[in-house]
Structures are given as C-alpha cells and as structure tokens.
C-alpha cells in the first residue's frame, strides 16, 4: 500500500511539529549538501526553529555575507538598510541621553545655569537638597558606625588591662613588690593618668639584686602624656 497524501498544515501538537521540523530540517540541509558538491552551486540556508533556536549552512567555498550581498546585487534590494536605519535611530537616542546627562551634571556643578527659569532652578534645588540629606544619612552612618567599633576596641582594651592587673595581684602572694600609688595632692613624684583615674602600680624586685631588698625609693613624678 503506498503511504497517504500528507495535508500541509500547522501541526498543533507541539512535540509532533518540533520532530517533523527536525527530520524536514535534516532533510533540507542534506540537499543543500548535495547541490554544492554536485553542482557546485553557492548555497546559504538559514532557519529558526517555532523556540527560535537558529540553523544554518552556508557552502564552504562561500559566506553568508557574501551570498547576501550577491543577492542585494542581484534583486536591488537592500537587506541592511532597514536595520541601518533602527541602529542608527537608536545611536541618535543615546547621545541625546548622553547630552541630558552631562547638562544636568553642569547644572549640579553650579555651571550653564544661564536661561534657566524660575521653576527649573526650583527643581534643580529641590534636587540638590535631597541629594545632600542622601550624602549626609551615609556620613552619619559611617561615622557612627566607626564609633561603635572603636568603643568595643576600647572596650576590650580595658578588660585586657584589669586582666594584667588581676595577674599582677595574684602574683603579689610570692614575690616582693614595690608600690607606686597615685597621690593627686603631693608634688613628690604622683603618678597622673589622663583619665583621673587611681591605680596602684607593682614594681618587682628580682631575687639577684639583694642589696635593693627593704630599700624604701621615694616617688618619681611619673605622668602619662
């Protein structure tokens, strides 16, 4: 039995048409194949798919470009002047926005203010005041933000230092120290922090120096800068 007349019309199932697309696609491009060697003929094909997924040949002998621009000659239409024309229009479009910009970058600049009227020179300062609270937010967030880092750096350091003198209290129990105590109303020798604060500094006596065992120093006027 010989195979039915095939109607040529869209295939509404999806999978059915992308796979007779694919075997006609096959098909087509082997032909193509076939006329260049055989016939040597200058063959270009190009196909996209119903999901827009592109095929092509074009004869090894030749390119695209060129087969193109044999047909312009050919037929005497001109395939680029269209697209010429949208990208050129489009290029139009962005040095316009180009010129817009730098002319408000001057206005913001304080410059080419001249011709301006009232209503613009209100908008431009409008502008500039929204800019500057936007500038101002982001200082003061930053510098509060600095702020509380060097609160806990100051912080940590402090725990540090009562940690030293913890150690130094302990180690007082086994060795013999000498103590500078901080004494804000003698002129002797006081030790002043810039703080105001009031501390007691050991100082101890190596074991090897027995000559300096039970000498009573006086004060030395040490102060913190």
């Not at 500057?132 to 510098?143: A, G, M, T």
Request: with cysteine; aromatic share 8%.
């Amino acid at each position: 039995m010989g195979r039915g007349k095939i109607v040529i019309k869209k295939i509404e199932n999806p999978t059915n048409r992308q796979v007779t697309y694919s075997k006609r696609r096959t098909g087509i491009m082997k032909k193509a194949k076939e006329l260049t060697v055989l016939c040597d003929a200058q063959v270009s094909i190009i196909m996209f798919s119903s999901t827009g997924k592109l095929s092509e040949y074009c004869s090894p002998s030749s390119e695209t470009k060129a087969i193109f621009d044999r047909y312009q000659q050919v037929t005497g239409i001109n395939l680029w002047s269209a697209q010429y024309e949208k990208m050129q229009n489009y290029l139009n479009h962005l040095k316009e926005i180009n010129r817009n910009l730098r002319k408000e970058i001057r206005q913001r600049m304080g410059e080419g203010l001249d011709g301006i009227g009232i209503k613009e020179l209100r908008g431009l300062e409008q502008n500039l005041d929204e800019a500057l609270k936007v500038v101002r937010e982001r200082k003061y967030h930053l510098i509060g933000t600095q702020t509380d880092t060097y609160k806990k750096k100051l912080k940590s350091a402090q725990e540090a230092h009562r940690n030293l003198l913890q150690d130094l209290e302990i180690e007082g129990d086994q060795a013999a120290y000498g103590y500078a105590v901080e004494d804000t109303g003698s002129q002797d020798g006081p030790v002043v922090l810039a703080d105001g604060g009031s501390h007691i500094y050991a100082i101890q006596v190596q074991p090897n120096q027995p000559n300096l065992q039970g000498i009573a120093y006086g004060f030395y006027d040490l102060r913190l800068a």
